[in-house]
């Protein structure tokens, strides 16, 4: 009877989970739908760059080429070793809106990507700072809807989710039971009630107002943290600043990770940052990851009588439902949710093992030791 029940509790959050997202995700708007700004404030477009030769032309040709006259780009080289710089300098002498900035050492105290992220804030003076990634692709109308509705809004803070594409589908489905687990702790749909203690951050697209950014402490709060895009929506919202989160289908695209080793390698620097690098908050996580989103089916289908598979089978068409009704996801990821629950648990796992061997993490080809990262917490 212990095991029904449980089983009837796990079936009941599940389904409740499930109806969460769905009208959570149905509260957020869509970047497509919002008007083009008429009068334009100054933005500033920042971004960090560090070896990024693979995929660096084909986004800054769309950076380059929005239908937003008052902004300019402002790139942080990073000490790229590779053609990064080169390709760079032939972008420069094409688009007058594009500035570079090199920077060749590291300052002590700080994480490669966010003293790049600050640089850019120190060498910019926009009314707006839009922090993105190399790697993004958008849509020309993107700059002039986006900032229609952080003024509309009076906004300090915004965020775009992007479609994120890939070419590997068995790493399509792993993302959607990850962004899953992510939209649960977050809930960006509420990060616009001030009461709320929900935030938002995304790393492809955080986008701040200058003088509220500067009140909040800039990136200099969080010099230390390799989840800069989470902390700075957190570090936004704890200051009483406003904040909202779009939704960018067709309009901010970016391919995170190719496959999942690429995916599962990027977990070494990021997967004990939400947890503060504390080992025994990580190694709940993963139980947790286990118990709620790797085990539940599976057990439920091969061990259960027929009332717990049938819970199961409606945990299962919940899932089903949920992936069919939002954009990007296919049906049949709701099939992969427990292989995903195993892959997370076990790239969380190994980036456990290998954080705490090495006594740091490796981020941009510079060393972070453990006692470091502690520290700014």
Not at 120 to 134: C, K, N, P, V
Not at 165 to 177: K, P
Not at 207 to 219: D, F, I, L, N
Not at 240 to 262: A, C, P, S
Request: glycine share 6%.
């Amino acid at each position: 009877m212990i095991f029904f029940y449980c089983c009837l509790l796990i079936c009941i959050i599940t389904i409740s989970l499930n109806i969460l997202l769905l009208v959570g995700y149905s509260r957020i708007r869509f970047l497509s739908a919002q008007p083009i700004i008429e009068n334009e404030p100054s933005v500033a477009i920042i971004i960090p760059v560090r070896d990024e030769e693979e995929d660096l032309e084909q986004a800054l040709q769309s950076v380059c080429n929005l239908n937003y006259n008052n902004y300019r780009i402002i790139v942080i080289n990073d000490r790229s070793t590779d053609r990064t710089g080169e390709i760079l300098e032939g972008f420069k002498t094409r688009y007058p809106k594009l500035t570079v900035v090199t920077v060749t050492s590291l300052p002590e105290g700080w994480l490669g990507k966010n003293n790049a992220l600050q640089e850019g804030y120190r060498q910019s003076d926009e009314e707006w700072m839009l922090f993105t990634d190399a790697d993004i692709k958008f849509h020309p109308d993107m700059l002039g809807r986006v900032m229609s509705y952080a003024v509309g809004q009076q906004l300090d803070h915004l965020c775009v989710l992007p479609e994120v594409e890939s070419r590997s589908a068995l790493f399509n489905g792993v993302l959607a039971t990850f962004t899953i687990m992510l939209m649960v702790h977050l809930k960006p749909w509420d990060a616009r009630k001030p009461k709320s203690k929900a935030y938002v951050g995304i790393g492809a697209f955080n986008m701040v107002r200058r003088t509220a950014y500067e009140k909040s402490g800039t990136h200099e709060r969080i010099k230390l943290r390799s989840d800069d895009d989470l902390r700075l929506g957190l570090q936004m919202k704890q200051s009483g600043f406003r904040q909202d989160v779009l939704t960018g289908i067709g309009y901010v695209q970016l391919e995170w990770y190719k496959n999942l080793r690429q995916f599962s390698n990027g977990l070494l620097k990021n997967a004990m940052a939400p947890s503060d690098f504390n080992i025994a908050k990580v190694i709940g996580g993963i139980i947790f990851i286990l118990i709620s989103i790797a085990l539940p089916m599976p057990v439920m289908f091969i061990f259960g009588t027929t009332a717990i598979r049938v819970m199961a089978g409606l945990m299962l068409l919940f899932h089903i439902i949920y992936m069919t009704a939002v954009p990007s996801n296919k049906w049949w990821y709701a099939f992969m949710i427990p292989f995903a629950g195993f892959f997370i648990a076990f790239s969380f796992t190994r980036a456990l093992v290998v954080t705490v061997k090495q006594g740091g993490i490796y981020w941009r080809d510079s060393f972070y030791s453990l006692e470091m990262l502690r520290r700014q917490d």
